[in-house]
C-alpha cells in the first residue's frame, strides 16, 4: 500500500512540473486582449500588502502572473475567482 501511495505523490508532483510560463503583468493583458473565450481564474491576497494573481491556459501552456494592481479582464473572457492557486516551485 505504501508504494501505490509514494507512486501516486510522485505522479502528482509531475503533473505540477509541466510548463508554467510566467509573464509580466503587462504581458499577460496583452495576452488577454489578443484572444477571447480564456478561462481566466484570478485570487487575491493581502498577506503583506494586496496581491493579485491570475492564471489562463493557452495553447496548451500555463500562463500566469502576480501583481499589485488588479487587471482589466474583459468580459469576452471567463472569469473564475478562487479561494487559493496553487503554483509549482519557481
Known amino acids: 500500500m505504501i508504494a ?3 507512486y501516486h ?3 502528482h508532483a509531475l503533473k505540477m512540473n509541466g ?18 473565450g480564456l478561462a481566466v481564474v484570478t485570487t487575491i491576497t493581502t498577506f503583506f500588502g494586496t496581491t493579485f494573481t491570475y492564471v489562463t491556459s ?3 501552456l500555463i ?6 494592481s488588479q487587471l482589466s479582464v474583459s468580459n469576452r473572457h471567463e472569469t473564475i ?3 487559493s492557486i496553487t503554483l509549482p516551485a519557481l
Open 81 to 83: 475567482l478562487a479561494q
Open 9 to 11: 505523490n510522485s505522479q
Open 63 to 68: 500562463f500566469f502572473c502576480k501583481t499589485k
Open 19 to 36: 510548463a508554467f510560463i510566467k509573464l509580466t503583468p503587462e504581458d499577460f493583458q496583452n495576452l488577454l486582449n489578443r484572444n477571447e
Open 58 to 60: 493557452h495553447k496548451g
Open 4 to 6: 501505490h501511495t509514494t
